[in-house]
């Protein structure tokens, strides 16, 4: 029988608020993606299998595509996961220290690229390429800090091993909840990109990073450090 359960999976004291933590993460990653897609050239800034599709499409010849756009985020992502390995390397035993610390990172990241994209814009090329980069870097970032978190079943970026794992086991609920999660952030990205502008859906996703540092220092922060907050 499917056990899928709802789009919040049950409390894990295991792993404390970082489940719920995680899945916020995955509501930011739909909306970025909205705004790099929609707004910034029909180029991904967190999920990079489209990006590496786009660029095998791009130098075919496919129009409304750009190959330097993809390239410029992958290689951004790329140094964002290099500087969150160096980061998960730097503070390895306490999750809750970790994933505030980076969430900080990628706050102040998508700050600057709100701000850019209020005064500025984000039609010109320098600013959109700022934007891919800055956006790239954030995403980099949190995929490699995820992924030393070590939690089962939630990358908040990557869906098509969730949702084939989802459909081949008829389990999970964190794979269910990942789904919806990234399915609510791009439509909430979708939304305000096509309807209100590009700093609001970047705004939007600032508040969230905010929320889930502000949420994951307090928790964390008692002495002795709770158990969640241990490398698995």
Do not use: C
């Amino acid at each position: 029988m499917s056990r899928l359960g709802g789009p919040m999976p049950s409390p894990d004291p295991k792993h404390g608020p970082l489940v719920l933590m995680l899945l916020v993460l995955t509501v930011v990653t739909g909306v970025v993606d909205a705004v790099s897609y929609l707004a910034l050239g029909h180029v991904f800034v967190a999920n990079m299998t489209g990006n590496v599709v786009f660029l095998g499409f791009a130098i075919a010849g496919a129009p409304n595509l750009s190959a330097i756009a993809s390239l410029a985020a992958l290689a951004a992502f790329l140094v964002g996961a290099l500087a969150g390995g160096h980061l998960a390397r730097r503070l390895p035993g306490h999750r809750g220290r970790l994933l505030t610390t980076a969430v900080g990172v990628q706050a102040a990241l998508v700050a600057t690229g709100t701000v850019l994209a209020a005064v500025v814009g984000h039609t010109s090329d320098p600013a959109r390429y700022t934007l891919i980069g800055l956006l790239g870097f954030a995403m980099g970032g949190q995929n490699a800090v995820v992924r030393a978190l070590k939690i089962p079943d939630l990358t908040t970026t990557v869906l098509t091993m969730t949702i084939t794992a989802l459909a081949a086991d008829l389990t999970g609920p964190r794979r269910f909840a990942s789904a919806v999660w990234m399915f609510a952030g791009a439509l909430l990205g979708a939304v305000l990109v096509l309807h209100a502008d590009v700093p609001g859906a970047l705004g939007l996703a600032l508040a969230l990073l905010l929320t889930v540092a502000v949420v994951t220092h307090r928790s964390a922060g008692s002495t002795p450090a709770p158990e969640w907050t241990k490398p698995l």
